[in-house]
């Protein structure tokens, strides 16, 4: 069972970078299906990005296409979201994801399709 920790978030004004990290634990991220979603305060999880462990195939949600870039580094199993141009509107808290499920021609963008999550890395743009 795959354990995964986020690092790499904080404050940060708008226009600038920041990139997280999810490394992972008891697994390898090339077997899992990774993802990134966020939450902002009073708002649901929404989908941010994810990976494709079968074609390493990315997706990105429409608000973040352009400026965020998921990788995946097997030597070091972890897998990264580099956020560049951030917008005030980024701010939220910054969780990785997990699941095995089967090959999909596109993104698991659903919170509930995850099984294995990390504990959050909180991202706050100022303007």
């Known amino acids: 069972q795959v354990q995964l920790v986020e690092s790499g978030g904080g404050l940060v004004q708008a226009g600038g970078s920041l990139r997280l990290s999810c490394a992972a634990s008891g697994g390898t991220v090339s077997s899992y299906n990774m993802g990134w979603f966020r939450q902002a305060p009073g708002k649901e999880r929404d989908f941010v990005s994810a990976?494709?462990?079968?074609?390493?195939?990315?997706y990105y949600a429409d608000s973040v296409k352009g400026r965020f870039t998921i990788s995946r580094d097997n030597a070091k199993n972890t897998v990264y979201l580099q956020m560049d141009s951030l917008k005030p509107e980024d701010t939220a808290v910054y969780y990785c994801?997990?699941?095995?499920?089967?090959?999909?021609?596109?993104?698991?963008?659903?919170?509930?399709?995850?099984?294995?999550w990390g504990q959050g890395t909180q991202v706050t743009v100022s303007s």
């Open positions: 994801a997990a699941n095995r499920r089967p090959y999909l021609s596109g993104a698991y963008q659903f919170a509930y399709e995850y099984d294995y």
């Open positions: 990976i494709n462990r079968i074609d390493g195939r990315t």
